[in-house]
């Protein structure tokens, strides 16, 4: 994958978890106009296990993030394949 290709995909999925954690938990989840609308919205956004999983997704996604900055790092070369960070020979 291209160098710049992936570090935009690890900065979208370190965004996308970070909000996929926290939206759940701040007032907007529950003053906003589908809940106000429909009450099995409301009943179904306002379940701690709904939040929970969708919190769940976004701790998913900023290890994604990790994990492909991991490889990325390794690609670059800026550790080397077999674990030794002493210098290349």
Not at 11 to 23: N, P, R
Not at 41 to 47: E, G, P, R
Not at 75 to 81: K, N, Q
């Amino acid at each position: 994958m291209n160098r710049w290709l992936a570090v935009i995909y690890i900065l979208f999925c370190f965004e996308m978890g970070v909000f996929l954690f926290m939206l759940p938990w701040v007032p907007f989840w529950s003053r906003n106009f589908f809940v106000g609308r429909f009450g099995w919205v409301s009943a179904i956004a306002m379940d701690d296990f709904v939040r929970g999983a969708i919190s769940g997704i976004g701790v998913a996604d900023i290890y994604l993030a990790l994990e492909e900055l991991w490889r990325l790092r390794r690609w670059l070369g800026v550790v080397r394949a077999d674990g030794a960070n002493g210098p290349k020979r």
